[in-house]
């Protein structure tokens, strides 16, 4: 019984009536086809190489739509489940709905990202020989982004490449401002501007920039995990700003590059950052300037800082103090290790309150941010709430 006589309850008994042999139809087929034509007379793919295929027919034709790409795919493999949508007392909901996300994750999204990618070089990125931009790290090549719908950056290609765009607003130390500092993080174009951290891109609703888009794996057993790219984006915004927390770390040979995590990235803060620039916010301004390698820059900012937040009961607290260096143009982070080592942590940018000021939830201030995550937005509250900010959990870090 095909698709259409299970969908509209057709008795078996008039199902030859229906599909009757093409001679006694005139060769147009059967009685649906006439009634409702096959999208765009796409033939059912012969085998899952060909799937693509349909799907790339579709997206040239106007269907953008992911769910109903992955629909047509999923039907087609699966006739007898007569198009109606998944039930959950169907005896094989668990298998098919993996199968489902996988048809979205492996075949139709890379399909529909590549699409929106603009052929006109024209609107592609010119790699930057200007000397301002900072060294390019880790094994690969740099590569460029394009301009997507919105007007605003996107790249698509290895995350582990660097971004070597010569419009990118390198901001170097010395030249530290809120303005530049916001320029740089609007320029990566990580999401959208929101009030509330459960807010923002996730995997539901995905960002138009390809880079920091997160991904949903199936893996053989049907385990179903989000990928996402916090310490992606914090790369290369630090990088961008000369301040560099790195995705590559070097060993000592060409090929002897190794890649690090979230976790690993805040493991790499802890133990080298301060070699690199990166003093960590602990207690108050006065602790802060006792520690030692502390650049005259840094100094001379907490000293502003000290004369403008005098009195205030924050300013003992590291997450107003990170406030403060992220409103004066430091690039400022907050790191996060997550204790099961098996998941992952998270880094995430302070964001100067240019369109949204921090706030202060039972006591503790909670600074603005920009991040990638599992939620991934531009301007936010910072994605931790009071108990593991208060508790030290969170550290924040500022480079000059």
């Known amino acids: 019984m095909c698709r259409d006589c299970y969908q509209y309850g057709v008795a078996p008994s008039f199902v030859p009536v229906l599909h009757p042999p093409k001679s006694e139809m005139n060769q147009e087929g059967s009685f649906w086809d006439r009634i409702f034509p096959r999208s765009d007379d796409i033939a059912p793919p012969s085998s899952r190489g060909s799937e693509s295929a349909v799907v790339e027919q579709l997206l040239s034709r106007g269907n953008n739509d992911e769910n109903d790409l992955t629909n047509q795919v999923f039907f087609k493999r699966h006739p007898e489940l007569g198009g109606r949508k998944l039930q959950t007392d169907h005896p094989a909901f668990k298998d098919l709905s993996m199968e489902w996300l996988n048809i979205r994750e492996t075949i139709v999204r890379p399909l529909v990202s590549r ?26 090549e740099g590569f460029t982004g394009y301009i997507g719908k919105s007007g605003k950056k996107c790249w698509i290609g290895k995350r582990g490449a660097d971004i070597i765009d010569n419009d990118a607003p390198w901001n170097k ?37 390809p880079r920091y888009q997160q991904e949903r794996k199936v ?50 803060v802890s133990k080298y950052g301060r070699g690199k620039g990166w003093f960590r916010i602990a207690g108050d301004l006065t602790q802060f300037t006792k520690q030692s390698g502390i650049t005259e820059s840094l100094r001379s900012a907490s000293q502003r800082i000290d004369a403008a937040v005098k009195g205030n009961t924050l300013s003992s607290q590291p997450s107003y103090l990170a406030q403060q260096f992220a409103n004066l143009g430091y690039p400022t982070i907050a790191i996060w290790k997550n204790p ?48 593991p900010i208060k508790s030290g959990e969170v550290q924040f870090h500022v480079h000059e």
């Open 340 to 387: 099961d080592g098996g998941s992952s942590g998270h880094v995430a940018m302070i964001r100067p309150e240019d369109n949204g000021k921090g706030t202060v939830e039972h006591g503790v201030f909670r600074p603005r941010s920009a991040q990638a995550g599992a939620r991934n937005y531009n301007s936010g509250p910072l994605a931790f709430g009071a108990r």
């Open 173 to 209: 130390p010395g030249n530290r401002s809120a303005a530049n500092y916001v320029a740089v993080l609007n320029y990566f174009n990580v999401g959208a501007d929101v009030d509330d951290p459960r807010k923002g891109n996730t995997i539901i609703k995905l960002g138009e920039n």
């Open 219 to 268: 893996d053989k057993n049907g385990k179903v995990s989000v990928r996402t790219w916090c310490n992606i984006y914090v790369h290369d915004v630090t990088r961008a700003m000369w301040a560099s927390v790195p995705h590559f770390i070097w060993s000592g040979s060409p090929l002897d590059w190794h890649e690090l995590t979230a976790n690993a990235t805040v493991d790499w």
């Open 115 to 140: 699409k929106n990618i603009p052929t006109d070089k024209g609107k592609r990125g010119i790699p930057d020989t200007s000397g301002n931009m900072p060294p390019i790290e880790g094994k690969y």
